[in-house]
Structures are given as C-alpha cells and as structure tokens.
C-alpha cells in the first residue's frame, strides 16, 4: 500500500434491490465505466433500455455522496468501477394448459459503483507515447 493509494479517496454508492438480471445490467455498467460522470449521466439519461434509470439514480447517489462527503469538484469525477452481482431470485408459476405449470424466475441484483477524481494527466511528447 504506496502513499498514493491511500490519499485517493474513493466514493462509493450501492443499491442494494435493483430489479434486473446481472446480464442485462452488466452492458450498462461496462458502458459508463472509465468515463466522466456528467456524460455517463447524459448516456444514461438517453439510453432506452428500462435498468438505465434505477442505474443513473444509484450514480447520482455517488456524486451526491462525493460532493457532500468529500467535497469533491463534480467536473472532476470519473466513474473508476461500476459492477454488479446476484441478489435473491422470486420464483412465480404461470398456469398452462392441462393443469400444468411454467416456472418464472424474477432475479433482483446489487448495483456498485465507485468514483474517483481525475488526476491531472502528464502529456507526454512525440509519437506512440
């Protein structure tokens, strides 16, 4: 553990109950990690899968927690991870025919996700860096 790690404070936010499966979840988050969070929230904002909401309230949570926390500056903050895993599964039945019955499973999941400030990046001069 350098001095560098721990001067970076990372600000964290999780929803516990997010009613989606991993895998419809997992595209979302992969999508907005790496970027700045005013324009994971307009991506969010604008995408037209129904998760996205529940998504960008849990990532509004963290700059909120940033803000007030950490007294972070909001334009400088980046999504650093963004991840999920399994919660409880409800199981249902659906009646078909002949007095039978089809299992529905209704997965809920945990939605992570932690932001850093950006640090000021060295440029570095000449060709392939």
């Known amino acids: 553990m350098s001095e560098n790690n721990k001067s970076e404070k990372l600000v964290k936010s999780i929803n516990k109950n997010v009613r989606s499966s991993t895998r419809k979840l997992n595209p979302i ?51 650093k991870e963004a991840y999920c895993g399994k919660q409880v599964v409800m199981k249902r039945f659906r009646a078909r025919a002949k007095g039978r019955a089809a299992p529905i499973k209704k997965p809920y999941s945990n939605l992570t996700i932690i932001l850093t400030e950006a640090k000021k990046i060295e440029e570095k001069h000449g060709t392939k860096g």
């Open 29 to 79: 988050l992969r999508s907005i990690v790496g970027k700045k969070v005013d324009v994971a929230v307009r991506n969010l904002t604008f995408s037209d899968k129904r998760i996205s909401n529940d998504v960008k309230k849990t990532l509004s949570s963290a700059i909120a927690n940033a803000e007030n926390n950490f007294q972070y500056d909001i334009d400088k903050l980046i999504i």
